[in-house]
């Protein structure tokens, strides 16, 4: 019985280092290539945030002014850093539970340099001055149709992957990733096609764009990051799902609830007055699925605190898991129509929400599933282990320091406004010591982000390879990295 089992787990880990060999071009390709998207997305925002207390910061750049690079930088941390993180822990972690290797490597990099092409263009364009003053939307309408296809190319292979394992069930992290890759075409081509193709009344279409942001962030990010931290927290401390109800509910929760918000935004705008209302509630009950995937994913790494320690996966994971509870309270919190939506709405409050949830939340965990999978698929040590720490370091506290400044400082800011006696430049000077703390803390993140990529680049050619696919001063996984039969 012994001698079958050894056998059994000497064949798993065969097909799971064959798996990492076959996906190491796609994955390796979409997180660097992200990666140097996401610091020039920050070095983007310390210049638009710069121009907020100092206006004539690069003024004489027609291209840097801040109607530009604002929505460059968003932009680029939406579909060059985001999207390509998503990408690159969608086909490994349905690669692993398919038990599958990567056959379409070539055609997903040829799409993959699409992507990057077209987000290039995307940016330029709003550089220029051709973007479309849609939030999250900007890109020339002339790129939509490119970024559709090369998804579609992309994460092909990862939907014939999709797979119920011989027990009859679907782990739960497949449950998100499937869920993910169908919403997200779903939401990108409803919304460029009402928007570009029929477009119709103007406020309608800013309710359209409200919708999209939201479903963005609640149908795509956060059930690609929940997939890879119940899959990475498992792995890591050998624990199954503390609570297969809390997992149900938190994934069906967030399916029928998410679709719902985003109308909120139109508080006061002339459109049905039940919208907004629909949408704050929605926004609100958003608190349910969120809770109870926290919970549950917290439940799994508190009893395995020494090795919350050791590992920069789980110190990433609980840094982002953290992050989704305060997006919880704070859904509830900035969206109520009649006390605090009108102080928040046109304040820096709706910047700090995004960022929470953009880097606070997903951004942190794709950092986590990064130094998990790098060493699987590069069969290579991280260099240093002190750029992690700071990496993780920086991370965190710029974060902190720009969600919690946007948040209150979005309330002060919101106040100021309603004070009708107070001159806008007043508003200026009461929301300037807030904007400087904001640029700060960007140029914190930029510094160790910049070595994260680096650190990403000299992964391809370090010579200092591993026997076991796990960095030095790791404690090996306490588990079969092939888990997908423990995580229900």
């Known amino acids: 019985m012994s001698s079958t089992q050894s056998s059994s787990t000497d064949q798993d880990a065969l097909l799971q280092a064959a798996i990492d060999r076959s996906l ?13 998207w996401l610091a020039l997305a920050l070095l983007l925002g ?71 092409l077209g987000v290039a263009l995307g940016s330029a364009g709003i550089l220029a001055g051709n973007g479309t003053g849609m939030p999250w939307m900007e890109f020339p309408s002339y790129i939509w149709p490119v970024l559709l296809g090369s998804y579609c190319v992309i994460v092909m292979g990862s939907f014939n992957q999709f797979r119920i394992h011989p027990q009859g069930r679907v782990a739960i992290p497949q449950w998100y990733i499937f869920a993910a890759l169908i919403w997200f075409p779903w939401i990108f081509s409803t919304a460029n096609l009402l928007l570009h193709c029929l477009p119709g009344h103007p406020v309608m279409a800013a309710g359209i764009n409200a919708w999209y942001k939201s479903a963005l962030v609640f149908l795509v990010f956060t059930p690609v990051a929940l997939g890879a931290a119940y899959d990475l927290a498992a792995q890591v401390t050998g624990r199954p799902v503390s609570s297969d109800a809390l997992a149900k509910l938190g994934f069906w929760s967030l399916a029928v609830i998410a679709p719902w918000a985003g109308m909120q935004k139109l508080a006061g705008a002339p459109v ?36 919350f320690i050791a590992h920069p996966t789980l110190q990433f994971i609980t840094a982002g898991i953290t992050s989704l509870m305060v997006i919880a309270v704070t859904s509830v919190v900035l969206y109520l129509p009649d006390s605090t939506l009108p102080l928040t709405q046109f304040s820096w409050s709706g910047y700090g929400f995004d960022i929470l949830a953009l880097y606070g939340f997903f951004s942190l965990v794709m950092f986590g599933a990064t130094y998990f999978i790098v060493p699987r698929v590069a069969g290579r040590a991280w260099l240093s282990n002190k750029l992690v720490q700071v990496h993780f370091l920086f991370s965190v506290y710029g974060m902190i320091t720009i969600c919690w400044v946007a948040l209150f400082g979005g309330f002060q800011q919101g106040m100021s406004q309603e004070n009708w006696q107070l001159p806008w430049i007043g508003v200026s000077a009461v929301t300037n010591p807030y904007a400087v703390a904001i640029t700060f803390a960007w140029c914190l993140m930029l510094f160790s982000n910049v070595f994260f990529c680096l650190h990403l680049i000299l992964m391809w050619r370090s010579p200092d390879r591993l026997r076991a696919h796990h960095a030095p001063g790791e404690p090996a996984p306490a588990i079969p990295d092939h888990t997908a039969e423990h995580i229900y």
């Open 24 to 36: 190491r071009y796609p994955v390796m390709f979409f997180l660097t290539s992200g990666a140097a």
């Open 46 to 116: 310390v210049i638009a945030s710069a121009k907020v207390h100092n206006p004539e910061f690069l003024g004489n750049w027609a291209c840097l002014t801040y109607g530009r690079v604002f929505p460059a930088h968003i932009n680029a941390l939406v579909y060059g850093w985001g999207m390509q993180a998503a990408f690159a822990v969608i086909l490994w972690l349905m690669a692993r539970h398919s038990g599958r290797k990567c056959p379409d490597a070539v055609m997903i990099l040829t799409a993959g340099h699409v992507w990057n």
């Open 272 to 307: 049905p007055y039940f919208l907004p209302y629909v949408g704050a509630a929605a926004a609100a009950l958003l608190f349910i699925p969120i809770c109870a995937a926290a919970i549950n994913t917290v439940r799994m790494m508190w009893p395995c605190r020494k090795t």
